[in-house]
Structures are given as structure tokens and as C-alpha cells.
């Protein structure tokens, strides 16, 4: 299994307690791919995503916060490039999650290791009535994505947003 300190991107001022925080998450069986340093919620740490799962744990002082989404909850995840930082988002049922301040380059290859991941969950062959409920999920990924892109480029509120995915998710 890889170690997170093979995987690090960046470098890592203040982020070694957030680094062990992670490593105590993770699964025997889980590999983790990317490990990048941002914020979220105002907090410093970690971003890593796994095989599994996406984690965000960031460790100050006598606080500490650890939020992870498995990617069969994801519906979308975008990434936002500025000057010299990015800014990864991700929406999944039951919330959303906004970590910045990542490094520009780190970002975006976060952001397409956790496209690859969920490309190849969607990928996963099983049994033929999994198949048929599989083509449903699909073109309801597909058109949670679409919304989510609709969102991101200012056509669609926040509002308009969360109607209309209420109604596709309603509707499935």
C-alpha cells in the first residue's frame, strides 16, 4: 500500500498533524492517490483523495476536523483556477464541501484523479438488473453534473440549483 508521503503535492508548511490525521483514516484495503494542503471552513489541512473516498482533515491547535465523502455519494466535483491557487469543490447528497487556497497546478490534478475514480466506479460491471439500475444512476450523474455546471458558470442561482436537483432526485 502507498504511504501519503509518496503521494504529497506541494509543500506542507504547518500540515503534519493534519497528514496523521488522514493516515488514521484510512482502510487497510484503501490507497491513497493525491494529498494536497488547503482550507476549508477557515481551517488548514489536507486534501486527499483515495480509491475510496475523498478526506479533508485539518488539526489547530487543540481542535481538529476530519470530513470524508465516499465517492458513491459525489455528484459533482469542480475545480476553479486563479492566479497562482485553485479552489476544489464538491457536492454530494448531504451537503457540499469548498477547500481553497490549494495550490494551482495540485488542484487540477486532485480534481481529475477524483473524475477518474468516479469514471471508474461508473464503470464497475455487475449483474444485469445492477446493469439497468446502473444506466439510471448514470444519466442522473450526468445530469446532477450538468446542474452543477449550469450552477458554477452563473446561469443557474443557488436557488434554481437546489430546485431543480430536488426534482431529479425526486424523480428517480
Avoid at 44 to 71: E, M
Avoid at 78 to 99: A, N, R, T
Avoid at 121 to 129: A, G, H, L, Y
Amino acid at each position: 500500500m502507498k504511504k501519503l508521503s509518496e503521494v504529497k503535492r506541494g509543500q506542507f508548511i504547518l500540515s503534519s498533524g493534519s497528514l496523521s490525521l488522514v493516515e488514521k483514516q484510512l482502510k487497510p484495503d484503501e490507497t491513497p492517490l493525491i494529498v494536497v494542503q488547503g482550507w476549508f471552513d477557515d481551517k488548514g489541512g489536507v486534501l486527499a483523495a483515495t480509491d475510496q473516498r475523498v478526506i479533508f482533515a485539518g488539526k489547530l491547535l487543540f481542535t481538529s476536523i476530519i470530513k470524508d465523502v465516499p465517492y458513491s455519494k459525489l455528484s459533482s466535483v469542480l475545480y476553479e483556477s486563479g492566479l497562482v491557487h485553485s479552489k476544489v469543490k464538491l457536492e454530494f447528497s448531504g451537503g457540499k464541501m469548498e477547500v481553497k487556497q490549494i495550490e494551482k497546478k495540485y488542484g487540477k490534478e486532485l480534481v481529475d484523479i477524483v473524475k477518474a475514480q468516479l469514471d471508474k466506479k461508473e464503470e464497475t460491471p455487475s449483474t444485469s438488473v445492477g446493469n439497468s439500475a446502473s444506466m439510471v444512476a448514470d444519466g442522473l450523474y450526468e445530469k446532477l453534473n450538468k446542474l452543477a455546471e449550469l450552477k458554477e458558470r452563473g446561469i443557474l442561482t443557488d436557488e434554481e440549483f437546489v430546485a431543480e436537483k430536488k426534482k431529479l432526485l425526486e424523480g428517480n
